[in-house]
T-cell receptor, first 113, second 113 residues
Framework: DAKTTQPNSMESNEEEPVHLPCNHS???????IHWYRQLPSQGPEYVIH???SNVNNRMASLAIAEDRKSSTLILHRATLRDAAVYYC??????????????FGKGTKLSVKP | DSGVTQTPKHLITATGQRVTLRCSPR?????VYWYQQSLDQGLQFLIQ???????AKGNILERFSAQQFPDLHSELNLSSLELGDSALYFC????????????FGPGTRLTVT
């Protein structure tokens, strides 16, 4: 699976939008982009995933660059509960996928009241 | 609550000992994954089972083994424990082996003294 690069940490103010970037310049055509987050003292939690088009769900939005070499996870209004480590993960989900996730170091998001 | 349960929550044991960690997947999920999270290595995939069969193997040591039982619960056995095995062990489950979302349990914290 291709490698991703994320900033080590980011800060945000409560109730403001947060844009978490992820670079994946060696992404292959069959790699899906997955985002998970890990709140303090908890297991990781699925956030969102996408292939080419931008995606929205109740938790967040995922904006994918046209060349797919980068993506951005958008939290529309950060809350204190969103303080977590956010992981951007690439996985080949087409035929033969093994299903496991390869986690990097992620971005630690702090949210200030 | 992800619906994945892990027992015990905490385990303290001595070097050289053997322990068993237990995971019950979400109802209906056929696939179980085991991950190890330590301070220096981050979150690492260990092994995956799908409907009772081993599906994929990651960086799992030979001293570690796992199995998935007919009722789909899984056990991770760690033997000849070393200080470096101290970590958080997470179990995750998904509907099938290639599902996009993995649901993680709360983890078992293992301390080897």
């Amino acid at each position: 699976d291709a490698k991703t690069t994320q900033p080590n940490s980011m800060e945000s103010n409560e109730e403001e939008p947060v844009h978490l970037p992820c670079n994946h310049s060696t992404i292959s055509g069959t790699d899906y982009i997955h985002w998970y987050r890990q709140l303090p003292s908890q297991g990781p939690e699925y956030v969102i995933h996408g292939l080419t088009s931008n995606v929205n769900n109740r938790m967040a939005s995922l904006a994918i660059a046209e060349d797919r070499k980068s993506s951005t996870l958008i939290l529309h209004r950060a809350t204190l509960r969103d303080a977590a480590v956010y992981y951007c993960i690439l996985r080949d989900d087409y035929g033969g996928s093994q299903g496991n996730l390869i986690f990097g170091k992620g971005t630690k998001l702090s949210v200030k009241p | 609550d992800s619906g994945v349960t892990q027992t015990p929550k905490h385990l303290i044991t001595a070097t050289g000992q053997r322990v068993t960690l237990r995971c019950s997947p979400r109802s209906g999920d056929l696939s179980v994954y085991w991950y190890q999270q330590s301070l220096d290595q981050g979150l690492q995939f260990l092994i995956q089972y799908y409907n009772g069969e081993e599906r994929a193997k990651g960086n799992i040591l030979e001293r570690f083994s796992a199995q998935q039982f007919p009722d789909l619960h899984s056990e991770l056995n760690l033997s000849s424990l070393e200080l470096g095995d101290s970590a958080l062990y997470f179990c995750a489950s998904s509907v099938d082996g290639e599902a996009y979302e993995q649901y993680f349990g709360p983890g078992t914290r293992l301390t080897v003294t």
